[in-house]
């Protein structure tokens, strides 16, 4: 694989962000009825980038993958999680939640949670995560998992 950068997302990256967005959206083929029937599901908001809560992954000159956050006391959520179909399968969705790990130990928060459908359930076991129960969600039937984390010592809290 070429060399792999995550780094901050800027308001720049985003046609490429939306673009992965759409495209990893669309590569389920469970999902896509549904995302096709609401279009505006396939729409990538600039929030979390200008809020700056958004991690790119860039492999070469091309961004192949991206992922966003929450914070809530001690809890980080990861909101959404996105790699390029032509990407997929090679770390890199991997890779960006441990990076979303780190941030989130380094700032004290105790415990990681997302909301993923069934076919996720693999690749989120795979970093750590345990199923704690089954959500309805606007695509159907989801599930909700977490990972304990550990902070690190002397760090201050996760902010409120």
């Given at each position: ?19 992965v967005y759409r495209r990893s959206s669309?590569s389920n083929d469970g999902d896509r ?7 505006e599901f396939l729409e990538f908001s ?115």
């Open positions: 694989m070429t060399s792999l950068l995550i780094r901050a997302a800027e308001p720049g990256d985003m046609p490429a962000l939306s673009e669309l009825p549904g995302l096709l029937a609401r279009p600039d929030l979390a980038v200008r809020e700056g809560r958004t991690r790119v992954a860039v492999a070469g000159d091309r961004v192949a993958g991206f992922a966003t956050w929450l914070a809530a006391a001690d809890i980080v959520e990861v909101e959404d999680l996105f790699v390029d179909p032509d990407w997929m399968r090679q770390g890199i969705g991997t890779a960006l939640v441990l990076d979303l790990i780190e941030i989130a130990r380094d700032a004290g928060a105790r415990r990681a949670e997302v909301t993923g459908n069934q076919h996720a359930l693999a690749f989120y076991q795979s970093v750590g995560f345990t199923v704690d129960r089954e959500v309805a969600t606007l695509l159907g039937s989801g599930l909700r998992m977490h990972l304990d984390l550990t902070p690190r010592p002397g760090r201050p809290e996760w902010p409120s």
